[in-house]
């Protein structure tokens, strides 16, 4: 079936350094993707969403880019504080069906 | 504040018994979800709702149950059908809108089965 998946599991960077997560998504029909954040014991956060007629969305500290060539995408955090330390989640939505599909996760880890 | 509340947060159960989870919202949304999450992994839909008195199976909707009757209010039940009952759920419910939205979440009921 269509899934949404990650390119690497866990990510580790020093404080105030930029990370970068990645996402592949599978379905060229999905309209809209968002990001969220997950930490332990929580429900996911809101962090950043894009539609499919846009490449790139800027947030506070946060900056979405979409490929849709390759089907790829990425978030982008700038100056990693250990606060955002967590699981983040890419999700995208098949046009139409109005639910989510979510990715496996990955976990940042930020270093002081 | 506007928000969707989950309860309990935790939950124990013994093999072969029901138990229903608690989902409520006030935040107006028409549409609700439940997911499961289990360690390590993504979230995976059980069932939605897109309005009252009616919804949907979604993708791992074996062994669960839910009902609609108010806007307000998205129950889920697992049964004893559920063979593998141990995870994290997740409510969610999605602002209106054209198409996809946002979706806010719960802060989760981890149900652990004894």
């Known amino acids: 079936g269509e899934s949404v998946g990650l390119h690497l599991p866990t990510l580790s960077v020093q404080e105030g350094d930029n990370s970068i997560i990645n996402c592949a998504y599978s379905?060229?029909?999905?309209?809209?993707f968002i990001w969220y954040k997950q930490e332990s014991g929580k429900g996911p956060q809101f962090i950043i969403d894009?539609?499919?007629?846009?490449d790139k969305r800027q947030g506070q500290r946060v900056t979405v880019l979409l490929n849709k060539t390759v089907k790829h995408l990425s978030l982008q955090i700038a100056a990693t504080q250990p606060g955002d330390s967590a699981v983040y989640f890419c999700?995208?939505?098949?046009?139409?069906?109005?639910?989510?599909?979510f990715g496996a996760g990955t976990r940042l880890a930020v270093h002081p | 504040d506007g928000g969707i509340t989950q309860s309990p947060k935790y939950l124990f159960r013994k093999e072969g018994q029901n138990v229903t989870l608690s989902c409520e919202q006030n935040l107006n949304h028409d549409a609700m979800y439940w997911y499961r999450q289990d360690p390590g992994q993504g979230l995976r839909l059980i069932y939605y709702s897109q309005i009252v008195n009616d919804f949907q199976k979604g993708d791992i909707a074996e062994g669960y149950s839910v009902s609609r009757e108010k806007k307000e209010s998205f129950p889920l039940t697992v049964t004893s059908a559920q063979k593998n009952p141990t995870a994290f759920y997740l409510c969610?419910?999605?602002?209106?809108?054209?198409?996809?939205?946002?979706?806010?979440f719960g802060p989760g009921t981890r149900l652990t089965v004894l």
């Open positions: 999700a995208e939505n098949m046009g139409g069906y109005n639910k989510l599909i």
């Open positions: 894009i539609r499919s007629n846009m």
């Open positions: 969610a419910s999605r602002r209106p809108g054209q198409g996809a939205g946002e979706q806010f």
């Open positions: 379905n060229s029909a999905s309209d809209y």
